[in-house]
């Protein structure tokens, strides 16, 4: 087996290394494979640090002296997996267990590597030709059972709604048990996340508000817009170009939940949401994020109290709508959906963790179609308020930051003008926002949806599922919060507290989030 010494050289300069990763003692041996053309496959235990524990994936090149270097993203790595995953083959490791590669039964004839710039990324991404056609090969830096993409690319193999699934390899421990996932290769879909287009059709209507912004008055006010109706459809005529491919979005995620439901489920009854234990988890942790904002996180006191009071609110009312309502269905979804994973043309769905593959398994019953499309809400929010801070922060010649956090209150305290600036711009991204989600995740497209501000006056009822969105909605911010508040982002918990604060309201009767066309 290698040595410590030549794993911790290996590891500690790496690049991709995350920094309580690099805090570590040192990193321990766990097992090893030779793959040929001079390549091991290494998996390595950190020992010590914030990170003990946790278990790396590290390929590694030995040159005449035994340095290790780095071999994922390699041309000989790449190679040698593409071919034992086109043969089928299994490889010993050195303390009992194997190495399993396995695939759709392409031949692989022709593979070659293909220029590519992957950009910062917690895996491995290279680019092959394989027999004419561009495939990706992800390599895993982290190991662990939650890493289900492989699996689930697989199981979704020629639906049409996640890239072709050409294989996979994955490492069973001695015994047998388990099988953690490596490494998978799939079809390179050229295109770009739905977050292209709505960045450049946002960053457009700022020229669009009266005078560029500069001169503009409080939304509502003389001048300006002239009037929240006013703005409402210079939005909705803003936005025409995209509604068409945001309907058809909407629509292919509702083909793509069904699918799920369709493969991985088998036919068998979708089970009741644990809403009780999700309820209880969320309490938790908003007791803890409360009693870590004594210690002071940076952000304006009077915001983090009503924030604080709000979802407290709202898990009070999310309580007594569960007591006065029945069961709600679970379902399996992507599981992490950010905008950036939902490509737009044509549609498909990229870096799938969906908590559990198939009934019986652990997180099976503790997901639903549902916390998709609220991840999708909080995505547009994060998106509109980025845009917003850094638009009024060019205008008014400031740092963004500085405008996120005026927007807890309202700009009070700024000068009238400045203030006016500030307002009009947030108000015009909140718009643009709603408008957005009503389009990608409402059931007939035309509606406003989102968080806590779906208010869709004339609806006049409340739809069942409306109680389990707003827990998946608080469930999700909460977690949001609980990282932005440990990695010190208070410009991001910012984000959260905006939202936070419009929480802990009865239900305006909203129209409910969908995934049915």
Known sequence: MTSDTQLHELLRGAAWLPEDVRRADRYAPVDEVPLGSGTT????????????????????????????TDAQGSEAFDLACVRLMAAGGRIPTARGGHVEFRGDGTEARAVSSLPFAQGWSSNSLSLLDIDGRPHLHKAYRTLGTEVREPELLRLMNGSGHTPRWF????????GGTGRLALGVVYTYTPGSGIDTPLRANLRALWPRLAGGAT????????????GPGDLEELVREHLAPLAGPLRTARSFLGGFHEELRTRLGRGTPPPDYPVERALRAAEERYRALAERTRD???????????AFASLASEIELLRTAFDTTGAYPAGPCHGDLHLSHLLWDPPRLIDISTPGTGPGEPGWDEQSPLQDLVALGRALEYFGADEAAYESARLLGVDATETMLASLDGGVGMPPRERSVLLLVFEAADRWRRRVAGLLLTRDGAEEAGGPDAALAGHGRRLPDEPLRRLLYLRRLLHELDYNFAHARPYHAAIDLRHAMALGLPSPLPLTLTTRT
Not at 48 to 68: E, I, K, M, T, V
Not at 296 to 306: I, R
């Open 41 to 68: 496959l290494f998996l390595v235990t950190v020992v010590g640090g914030p990170a003990h524990g946790r278990l790396l994936f590290a390929p590694a090149h030995a040159d005449p002296a035994g340095r290790l």
């Open 296 to 306: 002071g996180v940076g952000l304006p006191p009077a915001a983090l109290e009503k």
């Open 215 to 226: 001169d503009a008055r409080e939304p509502g006010g003389a001048g300006g817009t002239g």
């Open 167 to 174: 294989g996979d390899y994955g490492y069973v421990p001695p």
